[in-house]
């Protein structure tokens, strides 16, 4: 299992933390998020890594290096147009080749037997990839996944409006009292990912979104499974919640 994180952003909401350092650069408990992320993967196994780099890559490619200080082998390469989530991975295609791989963004932070918890989920079956998720009673919040019975995924709604919400209530997918899974932003996926990130159109958001592309791989039949978060999941959003995090 390689894994891919995704690091290119400024993280604009950041303000003045992120003049001069990447976003995933920003320490949690005096180590950068991205190193917290790195520890994570290996002790799961992993190690062998792809960082997408933007944002003043050279922060992060002179930190990590080759990774021989952590006993792994990291490579990188530089997303030069952020144009969307759906095109950034595509940057470690050649990386890939044909292996499986962890994608993560690289300012989500989880405990580490998160990721071992994932491994072990989607070697349990013939899955094309996985998808983690938060649980919560309110729909609004961000992209909704809707699974089956198996707990694999049968739609995807990225960020819903009322009237979507309203019509997955009429289609039956939203019943009163379910709960509402919510895309956590960590995935596995086999290579065939690339066969539909590289058909992807621009949404109206003008950007090439991965989800898109996960859509893409359900529509065509393929089977990707889901796998509940159990305890810490931060989105290091803000600076507030940065904050929140040096006194855990």
Not at 122 to 146: H, M, P, R, W
Not at 236 to 243: F, G, T, W, Y
Request: hydrophobic fraction near 40%; aromatic fraction near 10%.
């Amino acid at each position: 299992m390689k894994a891919v994180i995704l690091a290119a952003g400024k993280g604009t909401r950041m303000g003045e933390l992120t003049n001069e350092l990447p976003k995933p650069m920003l320490r949690v408990q005096g180590k950068p998020i991205l190193e917290h992320i790195l520890e994570g993967l290996k002790s799961a196994g992993v190690s062998e890594f792809f960082i997408v780099t933007g944002f003043r890559a050279e922060v992060i490619e002179n930190y990590f290096g080759d990774g021989a200080k952590w006993g792994v082998r990291v490579q990188y390469g530089r997303q030069l147009v952020q144009d969307g989530t759906g095109k950034a991975p595509e940057v470690a295609k050649g990386f890939i080749g044909q292996d499986d791989f962890v994608l993560t963004y690289g300012d989500i932070l989880v405990k580490p037997e998160t990721y071992q918890q994932m491994i072990a989920r989607y070697q349990s079956g013939k899955f094309s990839g996985l998808l983690t998720c938060t649980a919560s009673q309110d729909v609004t919040k961000g992209g909704i996944l809707l699974f089956d019975r198996e707990f694999c995924l049968e739609k995807l709604v990225e960020k819903p409006s009322a009237e979507q919400i309203a019509q997955l209530r009429r289609e039956g997918y939203l019943k009163p009292g379910d709960t509402a899974w919510y895309n956590a932003g960590i995935y596995i996926f086999k290579s065939v990912i690339f066969d539909f990130t590289a058909k992807l159109e621009k949404s109206p958001r003008g950007e090439y979104e991965l989800t898109d592309a996960i859509t893409g791989l359900v529509q065509a039949g393929h089977r990707l499974c889901g796998l509940e978060i159990q305890g810490r999941w931060v989105d290091v959003r803000d600076p507030e919640v940065l904050a929140s995090l040096q006194g855990e």
